[in-house]
């Protein structure tokens, strides 16, 4: 999964949030920018540790996937060979 944006994301969505909040306050430009500065900086450090631990489980669910899939694929050929015995020994006794 790509994650490189949510970070990104995050910080944008909550710097909207805040803006609507200053603007429905009245704020002073100042004491906006101020806010503003320290929710995005806050907003988008959240936002990386939400894509670290996303980036985790992702990986921890692939490496999972490929050895659930080696193990059926191994137990398939298995199975095939075991079925490719049982025939031949089914041609031999019919012989």
Known sequence: ???KSIPAIIMLLAGFVACIAGMAA???ASDFMKMLLVVL??????????????DRNF???QEEETTDGEAQQ??????DAADE?????AVN???
């Open 74 to 79: 191994d137990g398939e050929d298995a199975g």
């Open 26 to 28: 009245h704020m002073e």
């Open 41 to 54: 900086i806050l907003f988008y450090i959240a936002g990386s540790v939400v894509k670290v631990i996303l």
């Open 1 to 3: 999964m790509k994650t």
């Open 59 to 61: 990986a921890e669910m």
């Open 93 to 95: 006794e019919e012989e």
């Open 85 to 89: 015995k049982e025939t031949a020994d």
